[in-house]
């Protein structure tokens, strides 16, 4: 155990020695927010007088102010672009109307990266023009509008300017065509005043705009911005004059649905169930006013929602998924406490989905979110139908955040869950109330915390709390991370890796540019951390993994070079079973090294490999990683990966065992409005093979004509534990907003 404490503490030295060293370090300096923003003009046109396609023959494009000079974000923060754009917006009683010349030399089109015709597209892996929105004016809620040259579309929530953590499942009603010329691409935007939020009787909004040229890395912002932060960042983003916002109208949208299945299922020995159903259900949005939204769902359905991606679990904890169905993506992060994925007090896939993450049904629900510059409430409701494996369930979740000075606020949010009772067993209920804030006392410095308590009628009372901080510069991300959970701890409409526990993980990750590199390596990039883990009941040590990337290269246009180092100390106080392989109870240690490289994977062609190999637990690991992606034409994309991991002596049986894991993904686009995507997944430690096949047909703005496969077999060597599942849905979706 000492080796153990003082590889630990040597590790703790070298990030507080980094922290000294570090400023003789090359790099430009992020630079603070203006004092005083740049402006923008707009002009107000009549009703009518834009017809969106891309091409800007109307005089009326000639009126406002041109916007540009946009300079480089990275890599030369500050610089001309390579290329320009320019920017000029209108607006009417209706929409506020965006259009860009992106200038480049496009003789050879095959110079623009853009991978795929998907709706939420990749941000940074194509190019792209975007355009962020703050509506309220408070430089912290912004929306942003992106478009790639090919006329994808994809919107995203960001708060505090975290593009990384932005919500871009958000789906919103606005329209974009695009067009190529042989000097440039264009696009035309209109979004409807209904999409955004406003402050009532205000004639001014925050907006900046970011155009990636994908194929020189190269990101290009105006206003000016420092290479740390994104264009969402608002606090340096400039004033848009001159607007007439409408004053609150009725706005109400309603989104019904159709849906018809037809499938069979088969479990163990069971004879075969089949099942033939038709459904009505679907949505609504009422806008009370341009702050303040209330949205409902009846019947609630989510059968074209992406399936969940195959994973094998070699760790203690539970693993998280993402959210991948619409209505309870929209506004996700005002339900949020912390950026932790450890400790979530609500987490939506509790609602609807069991364990497994099969579905189960919803009867309806209700959300009310509200918005202005001074504080942020929410309020959400949903029923869950009773089935023959679960009960019906209540929930609902109330939020608030107050606002302080400009980037800083102080929140509070409460779950309930109420399980009836279910074959005899009595009903269960589960409450928690969590506290958090948000502190950025300058913009290279943030500092988060949240203390939770829950209590459970079976359980009893828990708490759990979160703290981090960290600091970005342009070339040092640094951040300390200290978190726990008590035995009780339990968020019934949340998530929760595991119980009972303090973690403490410092992290530094350094994005160096010295001029000695050579050319085609963009930077140098060591980072390092160390997770430690305590139980919380008695204080005694878990486990720490300490990560190091002892070498991590960027090149210059894309793709990287990476050798990480990995050291573990395991104290199991009981034995646990990765891939069904017992392990005793005991103290280990043991480590690893990884070797990876990449190819630019904006290009036609790309792939990507990655090796580790060392001890796990009482045995060892080899595993190789790889994916591809394949696509001569955006309009084709065909993009996979594989993992084979070899165990050797490992357990209290000496086991040897392998598994694979492959997963593949085909998309075929006439537009992007008419799509058909194929995915296949095997996971050999389950024995599971999944296909998936999506037809999608968006015939007008958000309204969608589904056909959908899906088949699940599970041939597991136990009779008892075999699945089969295949079923073929077709779905209308329409959109009518009044």
């Known amino acids: 155990m000492r080796k153990n404490h003082s590889y630990i503490c040597r590790s703790l030295i070298f990030f507080v020695l980094v922290e000294i060293i570090s400023p003789t370090a090359t790099a430009q300096k992020a630079f603070s927010p203006p004092e005083n923003p740049k402006e923008v003009y707009t002009t107000k046109v009549?009703?009518?007088?834009?017809?969106?396609?891309?091409?800007?023959?109307?005089?009326?494009?000639?009126?406002?102010?041109?916007?540009?000079?946009?300079?480089?974000?990275?890599?030369?923060?500050?610089?001309?672009?390579?290329?320009?754009?320019?920017?000029?917006i209108l607006f009417n009683e209706t929409f506020l109307y965006i259009s860009a010349v992106c200038y480049d030399s496009l003789k050879d089109p095959d110079k623009l990266r853009v991978l795929n015709l998907q709706r939420d597209f990749a941000g940074y892996s194509n190019d792209r023009f975007s355009v962020a929105i703050d509506g309220l004016k408070?430089?912290?809620?912004?929306?942003?509008?992106?478009?790639?040259?090919?006329?994808?579309?994809?919107?995203?929530?960001?708060?505090?300017?975290?593009?990384?953590?932005?919500?871009?499942?958000?789906?919103?009603?606005?329209?974009?065509?695009?067009?190529?010329?042989d000097s440039a691409w264009i696009v035309e935007m209109a979004i409807p005043w209904k999409t955004l939020r406003y402050n009532e009787n205000s004639d001014e909004m925050l907006i900046?705009?970011?155009?990636?040229?994908?194929?020189?890395?190269?990101?290009?912002?105006?206003?000016?911005?420092?290479?740390?932060?994104?264009?969402?960042?608002?606090?340096?983003?400039?004033?848009?004059?001159?607007?007439?916002?409408?004053?609150?109208?009725?706005?109400f949208q309603i989104n019904p649905y159709v849906l018809a299945t037809s499938g069979e299922t088969t479990e163990g020995d069971a004879p075969m169930v089949n099942s033939d159903n038709l459904k009505?259900?679907?949505?609504?949005?009422?806008?009370?006013?341009?702050?303040?939204?209330?949205?409902?769902?009846?019947?609630?359905?989510?059968?074209?929602?992406?399936?969940?991606?195959?994973?094998?679990?070699?760790?203690?904890?539970?693993?998280?998924?993402?959210?991948?169905?619409?209505?309870?993506?929209?506004?996700?992060?005002?339900?949020r406490t912390s950026s932790?994925?450890?400790?979530?007090?609500?987490f939506s896939r509790r609602i609807g989905l069991d364990d497994d993450g099969q579905p189960i049904s919803l009867d309806g629900g209700l959300r009310l979110t509200s918005q202005t510059n001074k504080q942020t409430s929410g309020m959400l409701v949903m029923r869950q139908r009773e089935t023959s494996g679960s009960p019906a369930a209540h929930f609902a979740v109330g939020r608030y955040v107050r606002n302080f000075s400009e980037q800083s606020r102080l929140g509070g949010m409460v779950t309930w869950r109420q399980d009836d009772a279910f074959e005899g067993n009595g009903g269960t209920t589960n409450a928690t109330a969590t506290i958090n804030s948000f502190l950025r006392p300058k913009q290279s410095l943030s500092l988060e915390t949240m203390i939770s308590a829950s209590t459970d009628s079976e359980v009893g009372d828990g708490l759990a709390g979160h703290f981090a901080m960290w600091q970005e510069t342009n070339w040092l991300f640094m951040s300390l991370i200290g978190q726990f959970a008590t035995e009780n701890y339990l968020p019934g409409s949340g998530f929760l890796g595991f119980a009972d526990?303090?973690?403490?993980?410092?992290?530094?990750?350094?994005?160096?540019?010295?001029?000695?590199?050579?050319?085609?390596?963009?930077?140098?990039?060591?980072?390092?951390?160390?997770?430690?883990?305590?139980?919380?009941?008695?204080?005694s040590f878990q486990q720490a993994i300490a990560n190091l990337a002892v070498v991590d290269m960027e090149f210059d246009k894309g793709g990287e070079f990476e050798i990480r180092i990995n050291q573990e100390w395991q104290q199991l106080d009981e034995g646990f079973s990765p891939l069904a392989i017992d392990i005793n109870s005991g103290y280990y240690q043991f480590g690893t090294m990884e070797i990876g490289i990449a190819s630019d994977f904006s290009r036609k062609f790309a792939g990507s490999l990655r090796y580790e190999g060392g001890g796990f637990f009482?045995?060892?690991?080899?595993?190789?990683?790889?994916?591809?992606?394949?696509?001569?034409?955006?309009?084709?994309?065909?993009?996979?990966?594989?993992?084979?991991?070899?165990?050797?002596?490992?357990?209290?049986e000496n086991r040897n065992l392998n598994t694979h894991l492959l997963s593949t993904r085909a998309r075929l686009a006439l537009n992007p409005r008419v799509q058909l995507i194929g995915s296949y997944q095997w996971n050999s430690a389950n024995e599971a093979d999944i296909w998936n096949l999506r037809f999608s047909w968006e015939y007008r703005p958000l309204s969608f004509i589904y056909i959908v496969f899906n088949s699940n077999q599970s041939d597991d060597n136990l009779l008892e534990n075999r699945f089969s599942q295949k079923e073929l849905i077709g779905k209308i979706t329409y959109l009518h907003q009044f």
């Open 618 to 652: 009482s045995g060892r690991i080899s595993s190789w990683r790889g994916s591809f992606r394949i696509s001569p034409i955006p309009y084709v994309e065909l993009t996979g990966s594989y993992r084979y991991n070899e165990f050797r002596d490992l357990g209290e």
């Open 46 to 88: 009549a009703s009518g007088a834009i017809k969106l396609d891309g091409i800007l023959n109307e005089p009326e494009w000639n009126r406002p102010p041109k916007i540009s000079g946009f300079t480089q974000r990275d890599p030369l923060q500050g610089e001309a672009a390579s290329v320009d754009t320019e920017v000029r």
């Open 280 to 335: 009505f259900g679907g949505e609504f949005k009422w806008a009370i006013t341009p702050n303040t939204v209330v949205d409902g769902t009846i019947n609630t359905d989510f059968a074209q929602a992406d399936v969940d991606q195959q994973v094998q679990n070699l760790t203690r904890f539970s693993v998280l998924f993402p959210e991948r169905r619409q209505f309870f993506l929209e506004n996700a992060n005002i339900f």
């Open 501 to 539: 526990f303090v973690r403490l993980r410092p992290r530094v990750d350094l994005d160096l540019r010295p001029t000695w590199l050579p050319d085609f390596i963009r930077s140098y990039g060591p980072d390092g951390q160390v997770d430690i883990y305590w139980r919380a009941s008695d204080g």
């Open 340 to 346: 932790t994925d450890l400790i979530q007090p609500f």
């Open 138 to 181: 408070d430089r912290r809620n912004a929306v942003g509008f992106e478009v790639t040259p090919y006329g994808a579309q994809r919107e995203i929530q960001v708060i505090d300017g975290d593009e990384w953590d932005g919500n871009v499942n958000w789906d919103a009603l606005w329209y974009a065509r695009t067009a190529i010329t």
């Open 208 to 251: 900046s705009f970011n155009r990636n040229i994908r194929r020189n890395r190269e990101w290009t912002t105006w206003p000016a911005y420092p290479r740390i932060f994104s264009h969402f960042r608002m606090a340096y983003a400039a004033v848009l004059k001159g607007l007439e916002l409408p004053p609150p109208s009725a706005n």
